[in-house]
């Protein structure tokens, strides 16, 4: 026997169709430091519901230090504002932990695409895994220079074929 | 102070002031690639301590916020090793004083991981992620300083006769948390010296360095009773908050 349920409303949408449409919106959220991926894209967004009539949003920490920890609600709030959310509230949550698995296929393919080889779960070798290849030439012979890159989620590697320095997003 | 309370500033002030530390190397390493290395360490472990004086702002009767805790106490209200207050002086002295920090709370947060609090259990889970990173990051530049050349060797021997003083005090319980440890609300830090003998003489043996013959260690952080460096931190930590009262970091 099936029930029938009611369509929860919020304000005068049902839910689940505003909750598409602020999952759209949250893929204009760009992490500063990755201009061209998204919070969506780094699969930090966990949760989207309706709490008293006004919406809820938990993104997940990445890095616990990371400075995009306050800019990224902040610029969220800004760009859900412009499209009608001005009341919608943003908590940076720290469990579930979040991890690299978590970036899309889509993600992936725009950090390389932006010069950063995506993490490669498929190689570790060590905890953090090594660059399946250069984004620059696409060699898979690649040497550490840094553990650390310019952010705290990347590693600094060089290409033995091109020579050319890339960045690393280190698996989390 | 509830012993709790103490203990949960404990474990928020060492990555606070390990933090600061190596922050201080900020356009000062010796390569680029180590100064930046540093200062994410820097910023990791200052997040972490973040993590853990939001907690304590949020527990009942605090009446406090995270900036306050981190930026506003006395010197004797912090309660950090006095290990991780000791200068830089160079790069094989930070590595040293990392590589013993690091070597200790890998080992303190694998035990949190399953602490009965759950957000303090949830910041293990997550943090724990970055210290195993930063212990690889030491442990490596241990071998490489250690087995290096024959200054970089001497350095970093020198550093451990110098830094070896500081590190008996992280196996000391104090009143706080032998208090706690009924309940499992604090670890307990002495079941974790066998591991951490294991790691330091497991690395130290591949470096070729030599663990100090001293038995003789000061000890007073995790009470409040510090070095005279800690003044000297506090004064450009607090310095911001200080000048401009209710700034939120």
């Known amino acids: 026997m099936v029930n029938s349920k009611d369509v929860v409303t919020v304000g005068e949408q049902p839910a689940h169709i505003t909750r598409k449409k602020i999952a759209s919106i949250l893929e204009k959220v760009h992490d500063p430091e990755i201009p061209g991926v998204s919070v969506v894209d780094l699969g930090m967004v966990l949760d989207i519901r309706p709490e008293n009539n006004h919406w809820h949003i938990d993104l997940a920490v990445t890095y616990s230090g990371c400075p995009a920890i306050d800019v990224i609600p902040f610029l969220a709030k800004a760009i859900l504002a412009e499209e009608g959310f001005a009341d919608a509230t943003i908590e940076m949550v720290i469990s579930p932990p979040w991890s690299t698995d978590w970036i899309s296929e889509a993600g992936n393919q725009k950090l390389l695409a932006w010069g950063i080889a995506p993490p490669n779960r498929k190689s570790v070798k060590h905890d953090f895994g090594q660059p399946k290849q250069c984004p620059q030439c696409g060699s898979t012979e690649t040497s550490l220079i840094s553990s650390y890159g310019s952010t705290p989620c990347k590693a600094m590697y060089r290409c033995d074929n091109c020579h050319e320095t890339f960045d690393y997003f280190k698996c989390y | ?249």
Not at chain 2, 5 to 17: E, G, N, T, V
């Open chain 2, 1 to 249: 102070m509830e012993p709790i309370i103490k203990y949960l500033l404990h474990l928020a002030d060492c990555p606070l002031i390990l933090g600061q530390r190596l922050g201080e190397w900020c356009g000062h390493g010796p390569v680029l690639e180590q100064d930046i290395a540093l200062t994410n360490i820097s910023l990791d472990l200052i997040g972490q301590s973040r993590l853990i004086y939001q907690h304590v702002a949020s527990l009942p009767g605090q009446n406090t916020d995270e900036d306050t805790l981190a930026m506003l106490r006395y010197e004797h209200e912090y309660f950090n090793f006095l290990l991780v207050e000791q200068p830089n002086k160079n790069f094989g002295h930070t590595i040293v004083r990392q590589f013993l920090y690091d070597a200790f709370n890998l080992l303190q947060y694998e035990l949190l991981a399953s602490h009965p609090d759950e957000v303090l259990k949830s910041i293990a889970i997550k943090t724990l992620k970055e210290i195993k990173y930063h212990y690889r990051y030491s442990s490596e530049w241990m071998l490489r300083l250690g087995d290096g050349t024959v200054t970089s060797h001497e350095y970093v021997q020198n550093a451990v006769d110098e830094l070896w003083k500081y590190t008996g005090e992280m196996f000391q319980p104090l009143s706080y948390e032998t208090a706690l440890l009924a309940d499992h609300d604090a670890i307990d830090v002495k079941s974790i010296q066998p591991g951490w003998d294991e790691k330091i003489s497991t690395i130290f043996q591949q470096a070729g360095l030599n663990i100090p013959k001293e038995e003789v260690f000061l000890s007073g952080g995790k009470e409040g009773k510090h070095t005279e460096n800690m003044g000297y931190i506090l004064t450009e930590l607090q310095y911001m908050q200080r000048t401009y009262p209710s700034m939120k970091w």
